[in-house]
């Protein structure tokens, strides 16, 4: 199973940054714009919003490795959401709290509770009463606390995948008996 496991991760993420022949400014932004969407709690229009991204940036003359960020993207799946969907109520939790702003944690039993609440009443006020409490008692601490893990993680993944793409480069321009600099010529494209 961890071989499996090392296996798709490799094949679906770490394959893109191995094979491409962008810049390393190119692979390091999109690293950048794929942690900042994979860190969101918007699975199922990450992809999308991650590629109006790109034709946004390319309208302003920026550029980045949009294979490469749409493989981080993968980051954030069905697996991995409940994690990461909880790790970003509490930490958003955690400053509402610390700015004054009070509510009552979240638990399996209020979620349960509201559920069961909104089943009783008629379609459209059940779909108001569970629409306000995804919205305001779940999903504002959610988008919060979404940003201020994915912002930071986005920003450092720029020089830890530059760093981690240069190194890889070095050993491949090597075993061709060429220098980065002679690789780089060679093969990136500019």
């Known amino acids: 199973m961890k071989q499996k496991l090392f296996r798709l991760f490799e094949e679906k993420i770490i ?5 491409s022949h962008s810049t390393l400014h190119e692979l390091s932004l999109g690293s950048l714009v794929g942690f900042f969407w994979a860190l969101t709690p918007l699975i ?3 992809m999308t919003l991650a590629t109006i991204t ?3 940036m390319r309208l302003l003359g ?19 959401m409940p994690i990461l969907y909880y790790s970003f109520y509490l930490c958003g939790y955690h400053l509402f709290s610390a700015m ?6 979240i638990s399996f039993e209020i979620l349960s509770q509201t559920l069961n609440q909104a089943q009783a ?3 459209s006020e059940g779909l108001l009463l569970w629409g306000k409490f995804l919205l ?3 999903g ?3 988008l919060i606390g979404s940003f201020l893990i994915g912002v930071p993680v986005s920003i450092v993944s720029y020089p830890i995948t530059w760093r981690m793409v240069k190194k890889h480069r070095i050993k491949v321009a090597e075993r061709m008996n060429l220098t980065l600099r002679e690789w780089e010529e060679k093969f990136v494209h500019k």
Do not use: C, K, Y
């Open 136 to 138: 305001l008692d779940l």
């Open 121 to 123: 009443l008629s379609l």
């Open 140 to 142: 504002w601490p959610m």
């Open 54 to 56: 790109w034709g946004f």
């Open 62 to 80: 920026f550029r980045f490795n949009l294979p490469v960020a749409l493989a981080v993207v993968w980051l954030s799946n069905p697996i991995t």
């Open 100 to 105: 004054g702003i009070h509510s009552t944690p």
């Open 15 to 19: 394959r893109h940054f191995r094979e």
């Open 44 to 46: 199922g229009i990450q």
